[in-house]
């Protein structure tokens, strides 16, 4: 079992930065892979970052590709979403989540979530 708790969000103006963090407890976070998704009012919940127990392998959504950067500190079990460059379209309640698999873009391949995070973007 493991639980995970999002820190992080607020609201930003556009061209600016935010750090999401993701504080896990429990047990082996260090075995999951770790990913972020987002869900915009009204839409459904999409694929942002994944990155797998190692750190060794990241994968990207093609929106955040350049600009958001996901990272992982096993000893403090905690996982990160630097995001630069933001956009109002990144608008959205951000969730992390862990993984038993190697890594996915697809969250139904997560086994445990977050409560969320809002990030506004605006002027």
């Known amino acids: 079992q493991v639980q995970l708790v999002e820190f992080g969000g607020g609201l930003v103006q556009p061209g600016g930065s935010l750090r999401l963090s993701c504080a896990a407890s429990?047990?082996?976070?260090?075995?999951?892979?770790m990913g972020w998704f987002r869900q915009a009012p009204g839409k459904e919940r999409e694929f942002v970052a994944t990155i797998s127990w190692n750190g060794y392998s990241i994968y990207y959504a093609d929106s955040v590709k350049g600009r958001f950067t996901i990272s992982r500190d096993n000893a403090k079990n905690t996982a990160y979403l630097q995001m630069d460059s933001l956009k109002p379209e990144d608008t959205a309640d951000y969730y992390c989540a862990a993984a038993r698999t190697l890594y996915s873009t697809n969250p139904g391949s997560y086994d445990y979530w977050g409560q969320g995070t809002q990030v506004a973007v605006s002027s």
């Open positions: 429990g047990r082996s976070f260090s075995s999951y892979t």
